[in-house]
């Protein structure tokens, strides 16, 4: 069965400091696709990335980067000196290739609040 | 604007009334996707289409929803007798056919029932 674990609810911190997301994955598949999608207070959620199995580099991009490592199941997402528009509701999701509907299965999601 | 788009984006009603939600998707995508999404807790699958074809439901997906897409287009969602358990976020995502394609959301529909 799948599941996607993101153990903190809530993390607060001050702008410019830097923040890492947790994420912590189960899937049976050899092959599936990880994701972070943010939702800020305006309720959209917005797509940050996409990582498929066989792909365990990680990425950077601008202030974010992303650290996936198999061996620990995980996914966490680094935000480096946060600012203000950085709050949001932080969502991973995996997605499991052999499954027909490629759904996504979301976490519980992790609340950033960034102090100015 | 080429994003997935969702009307009404909020609706109030009584138990008991139906209800129907409207999803625009991207117009290239072959998969829409609806899911819905409670206070606190991540979205929650319920429903795909490909093209114009449901190919599957979940559990969460009782008898008094049903959706639709025809003509692969926009897609709509009907809740019947609602109840206010059905209180929640419903989301709409569409993406391209092949598995593992990232998801775009639209903003939602935010469903009270009273």
């Known amino acids: 069965a799948q599941k996607v674990t993101q153990a903190q609810t809530e993390i607060s911190v001050v702008e410019k400091e830097d923040v890492t997301l947790d994420c912590v994955y189960e899937t049976r598949d050899t092959t599936y696709y990880l994701f972070w999608y943010k939702q800020p207070p305006s309720g959209e959620l917005v797509f940050l990335i996409r990582r498929n199995s066989f792909d365990e580099q990680n990425e950077i991009s601008g202030r974010y980067s992303w650290n996936f490592q198999k061996s620990t199941s995980s996914f966490n997402f680094t935000i480096t000196a946060s600012q203000v528009v950085d709050s949001a509701v932080y969502f991973c999701?995996?997605?499991?290739?052999?499954?027909?509907?490629?759904?996504?299965?979301f976490g519980t999601g992790t609340r950033l609040t960034v102090i100015p | 604007d080429t994003g997935v788009s969702q009307n009404p984006r909020h609706k109030i009603t009584k138990r008991g009334q139906n209800v129907t939600f409207r999803c625009d998707p991207i117009s290239e995508h072959n998969r829409l996707y609806w899911y819905r999404q409670t206070l606190g807790q991540g979205p929650e699958f319920l429903t795909y289409f490909q093209n114009e074809a449901q190919l599957e439901k979940s559990r969460l997906l009782s008898d008094r929803f049903s959706a639709e897409r025809p003509k692969g287009s926009f897609s709509t969602l009907e809740i019947q007798r609602t109840e206010q358990g059905d209180s929640a976020m419903y989301l709409c995502?569409?993406?391209?056919?092949?598995?593992?394609?990232?998801?775009?959301f639209g903003p939602g529909t935010r469903l009270t029932v009273l």
């Open positions: 999701a995996l997605s499991e290739a052999g499954a027909g509907a490629n759904n996504l299965f």
């Open positions: 995502a569409s993406s391209l056919l092949a598995g593992g394609f990232e998801q775009f």
